[in-house]
C-alpha cells in the first residue's frame, strides 16, 4: 500500500530512485487507498484552473495502473483504535496525522505493508513499514 507522499514522488518523479524500486515489484503488488486516492485529487483541485486539466489527466492515468483499494469497516476499526491512542499519548506520536492514521489502519486491516519513509509509524504495533529505499524481496 503506497502511502500518499510517496504516491506523489512517484507521479512527479521527484525522486528517480523510486520508479527504479516500483519496477522491480511485481505488478499485482501495488496498491493505494482510496484516502490517498482523496488526498491527491485535493492536491489538484487546490492548483491554478490553469495547471488542474494537465495534472487530474496524470492522476487519472496513475490511477489506472494502482489498484484502488476501498476502506470498509476493518479499516475504520483499527482507525479508531489508532485515534484513541494518539490521543492518550501512546504510539503513535500525536505528530503523524489523520490521514496517516488512516493510512495505517487501511494498511492493517488488509494485512499490507505500508511503502513509507516516516520511521515515526513504526510505534503502530502491528503494522509493516516498508522504505522504497530498501531492497526489493
Same mark, same amino acid.
Request: charged letters at 15%; a positive charge.
Given at each position: &500500500?503506497?502511502?500518499?507522499?510517496? +504516491?506523489?514522488? !512517484?507521479? $512527479?518523479g521527484r525522486e528517480p530512485? *523510486?520508479?527504479?524500486?516500483?519496477?522491480?515489484?511485481?505488478?499485482?503488488?501495488?496498491? &493505494?487507498?482510496?484516502?490517498?486516492? +482523496?488526498?491527491? !485529487?485535493? $492536491?489538484?483541485?487546490?492548483?491554478? *484552473?490553469?495547471?488542474?486539466?494537465?495534472?487530474?489527466?496524470?492522476?487519472?492515468?496513475?490511477?489506472r495502473w494502482m489498484a484502488i483499494l476501498p476502506w470498509d469497516g476493518a479499516a475504520a476499526s483499527h482507525y479508531a483504535r489508532l485515534r484513541v491512542e494518539s490521543r492518550l499519548g501512546q504510539a503513535p506520536s500525536s505528530q503523524t496525522t489523520d490521514s496517516e492514521l488512516m493510512l495505517a489502519a487501511h494498511a492493517l486491516a488488509l494485512d499490507l505493508p505500508l511503502v513509507c519513509a516516516d520511521t515515526r509509524l513504526d510505534a503502530i504495533a502491528g503494522l509493516q513499514r516498508v522504505s522504497w529505499q530498501q531492497e526489493v524481496t
Open positions: &500500500l503506497l502511502h500518499t507522499t510517496v +504516491a506523489r514522488d !512517484l507521479i $512527479s530512485g *523510486l520508479r527504479a524500486w516500483v519496477l522491480k515489484l511485481e505488478h499485482p503488488r501495488l496498491g &493505494l487507498s482510496v484516502i490517498s486516492q +482523496a488526498l491527491l !485529487l485535493e $492536491s489538484v483541485a487546490r492548483l491554478p *484552473l490553469s495547471q488542474q486539466a494537465g495534472m487530474m489527466g496524470l492522476l487519472q492515468e496513475f490511477f
